[in-house]
């Protein structure tokens, strides 16, 4: 199941509001990779053994287990590829993004 | 669904890697491995940029961005104030680059080793300088180009056998590990965790850009590179026990290895066949401390 | 000695992270604290790191993970340390760390010489600078104090031999009052995994500027609180610190502007001189990172004219202290006659004689020919 986490970009007004010491006080889920992408996976459920690979192997932690099967977070896949490489059923195709 | 590795991620999206990076893969893993009770010490690396600017992280545990020479003592200096404060559980770990801890880190790392100072110290290797832009380390590997050996001047000197360095000091934990063997990257992580002393874990991580591979190559390149015994994945405890991890069904000719990567495709014959020459007596030599240590 | 005033105020402060190097003359600071720390006279983990630059790192790590950390160094191991210096002020960690004022090599030299502190006064740490051994022990004690309120670095600089080597009668204060006076460091953000963050990322131009004002803003807050600190400090055990020594300084027609063990040869000078009827004074800065601009301004409003002595030099550019007075006094007094004297370099003694004639000198002239006047030097 996919953990729901909360993501807004922070903006100080000034000074006072910067921490002290250089310090993080937020995640990176603004940032949305999903934009970097030429070509997009799609997966085959008909041909999907459910193995995990594809999970596995994101370097993105953009697939995520629902429903025991592989589901792309489109907003952060980045395109690499690897999934599709990997998958033993070969079920993923790598899909040119529509313009 | 059966998963070969626990579900819960500590290292979120968003991040700044590029497509296919190794390191991430490498990041992921090991987290799954440590947990949450966990603080990283990264120095200057390509992480340091990953893990996004501030005000902001990816990651679900904390991190001390530490100056670049500095990981190992950082992580030791972590390590002794946390204990001082009533907290002796935390695991404290340096996450370092290849430049961090075969160059600029090695003589922190040395004397952290030397002290035998409880930390885990990682080390994920893609060969390079790639942060700054690709240039040579002294794990990049013979033949291969780089921003600062270019390719009538390549990179002619052997990859540094850091775990022999490692070795020599004694430590209780040494063990090479591969993003292409996520499932033993784990178990080396998780069996490292609980071991007291100084432990160091040199992780394989290719980086497409700089080693002018397609970004799903990744994993692919990390099981070749334990296939044909380049990078042999294997364990050695207190400096004199070796342990091999994945045994070699059957070793390909390296130029297999070579060619699906744009820093080697300049080689001559020659120069290949002295690389496997090299990779063929490194093999030798661990095979006999392995068998050495039965 | 004054290393052992050292390592006794570092004892007494409870340090909790002590990680060192050796380097002539610290080498009996560390000495005594490993000691302290094998019999536990002081619980604390002593890191016996590999070179100064690994000592300060560890020491950043350890203030960041909310433990007291002391390190002791000198000349090369505090140039070693340099880019971490940076680190401890930016980051906002409140290390503590003893500097024996030692020449820079080359040559090698291991005698006093201020260039290799004041080398780093760029870098954001308060400095302090004693002349005696029961000062040391005072100021370390203090300095932990204003630290950690700040979280601003510090660094108490001792003279090597002059004052590190040197044994003078100590009041070591009992321990149980020194923990009414300091308690326990308990900052508000640590690293700890209770409460994720990542420290010192990537900063772009949209936050560095506001992050360094606010470390300047709160540096600007020391001169008051090391003031008040100094005041409670004497409240509970008699004696009082401050950012200057005056001497003789109400009525004196010329005041000498000095530092460290010179500062107090200089009194004895003065003494010496006022019994001949020169009305001269002494302006001892204990406290040179925050510059006391209000309290030196104040000090020479009835003054006719000002020496000052610095036992180091700014290579194309002047004495530091002398070129941080004129500064002071620039839209304050253009007229009062700063002379600026240069002495004692890589451990040359520094008599009463040699004030002698610095005092003789400054009074002769109408006001300095001269950028530099070089005391001493075989020409």
């Known amino acids: 199941m996919k953990k729901e986490k909360q993501a807004k970009e922070i903006i100080f007004k000034s000074e006072k509001e910067v921490p002290l010491m250089p310090m993080s006080v937020g995640n990176m889920l603004w940032n949305k990779t999903g934009g970097w992408r030429n070509i997009r996976p799609v997966i085959d459920f008909e041909n999907c053994i459910q193995c995990g690979i594809c999970w596995k192997f994101c370097p993105d932690a953009a697939i995520y287990i629902e429903n025991e099967r592989p589901v792309v977070d489109y907003v952060y896949c980045k395109g690499c590829g690897l999934c599709a490489e990997e998958c033993p059923s070969k079920c993923i195709a790598m899909v040119e993004e529509e313009k | 669904m059966r998963l070969s590795l626990p579900e819960e991620e500590l290292m979120g999206s968003g991040h700044r890697a590029c497509q296919g990076c190794g390191a991430t893969l490498a990041m992921r893993y090991a987290l799954k491995a440590l947990g949450q009770k966990t603080v990283l010490c990264i120095p200057a690396c390509c992480w340091s940029v990953i893990d996004g600017p501030f005000p902001y992280s990816s990651l679900d545990v904390p991190i001390y961005h530490c100056a670049f020479e500095t990981a190992a003592v950082s992580a030791s200096g972590v390590k002794a104030g946390l204990e001082m404060v009533g907290d002796p559980e935390t695991t404290v770990v340096a996450w370092a680059g290849d430049g961090g801890t075969f160059d600029i880190g090695i003589q922190a790392l040395s004397g952290v080793a030397e002290r035998n100072d409880d930390i885990l110290y990682i080390c994920y290797d893609n060969e390079a300088y790639m942060n700054t832009g690709i240039q040579r380390s002294s794990a990049t590997p013979y033949g291969s180009w780089t921003t600062t050996t270019p390719v009538k001047h390549f990179k002619n000197r052997p990859k540094k056998d850091m775990e022999a360095i490692m070795a020599a000091h004694r430590i209780p934990y040494i063990a090479t590990a591969s993003v292409g063997y996520p499932e033993d990257l784990f178990k080396k992580v998780k069996k490292a965790k609980d071991i007291k002393g100084t432990r160091f874990l040199h992780i394989y991580a290719p980086c497409p850009p700089g080693w002018r591979c397609r970004s799903e190559d990744t994993v692919k390149l990390s099981r070749m590179v334990v296939q044909n015994a380049i990078f042999p994945l294997y364990e050695i405890e207190w400096g004199e026990k070796y342990t091999l991890n994945i045994k070699i069904k059957e070793k390909k000719p390296i130029n297999d290895y070579l060619r699906i990567q744009g820093r080697f495709r300049h080689l001559k014959r020659e120069e290949v066949a002295y690389i496997q020459e090299e990779v063929d007596k490194k093999w030798e030599r661990l095979l006999a401390n392995v068998n050495g240590s039965q | ?377 075989n020409r």
């Not at chain 3, 604390?44 to 203030?63: P, Q, T, W, Y």
């Not at chain 3, 300047?216 to 004497?234: C, F, N, R, S, V």
């Open chain 3, 1 to 377: 000695m004054g290393n052992h005033a050292l390592s006794y105020g570092a004892m007494l402060g409870r340090a909790q992270v002590i990680a060192a190097y050796p380097i002539t003359p610290q080498t009996q600071v560390v000495e005594l604290l490993s000691e302290m720390c094998a019999d536990k006279t002081l619980d604390a983990k002593f890191i016996k790191v590999e070179s100064e630059h690994s000592a300060m790192a560890a020491c950043l790590g350890a203030s960041l993970a909310g433990a007291r950390t002391f390190t002791a160094t000198s000349a090369q191991g505090l140039a070693l340390m340099h880019e971490l210096l940076h680190w401890a002020s930016g980051g906002r960690l409140p290390v503590v760390m003893g500097n024996i004022n030692r020449a820079m090599a080359p040559g090698w030299s291991i005698w006093s010489d201020q260039n290799d502190s004041l080398s780093q006064r760029d870098t954001g740490w308060i400095q302090f600078y004693c002349s005696n051994n029961q000062e040391v022990l005072d100021t370390v004690i203090q300095a932990f104090k204003v630290s950690e309120k700040l979280l601003i670095p510090s660094m108490v600089i001792l003279d090597a031999f002059t004052l590190s080597h040197t044994y003078e009668v100590v009041d070591v204060p009992e321990q149980a009052k020194v923990d009414k006076f300091l308690p326990p460091f308990k900052p508000e953000i640590t690293i700890t995994p209770d409460d994720p963050h990542a420290f010192g990322g990537l900063t772009g131009p949209e936050h560095y500027f506001e992050l360094r004002y606010k470390l300047q803003k709160d540096m600007e807050k020391a001169p008051a609180l090391i003031e008040e600190t100094g005041k409670e400090y004497e409240k509970m055990f008699g004696r009082y610190l401050g950012q200057v020594e005056e001497h003789c300084c109400d009525d004196a027609e010329l005041i000498l502007v000095t530092s460290g063990t010179m500062g107090s040869t200089a009194r004895v000078a003065v003494d010496m001189l006022r019994e001949e009827g020169i009305k001269v004074g002494n302006l001892r800065i204990k406290v040179f990172r925050p510059f006391p601009f209000e309290k030196v301004r104040n000090i020479f409003k009835n003054t006719k004219k000002v020496a000052v002595i610095d036992r180091n030099i700014s290579y194309g550019h002047h004495g530091m202290f002398f070129q941080e007075v004129k500064s002071a006094m620039y839209g304050f007094d253009h007229d009062l006659p700063i002379f600026g004297f240069i002495a004692g370099l890589g451990g040359r003694d520094i008599t009463p004689s040699t004030f002698r004639e610095i005092v003789e000198f400054s009074l002769e002239k109408n006001k300095p020919e001269e950028e530099i006047i070089w005391i001493g030097v």
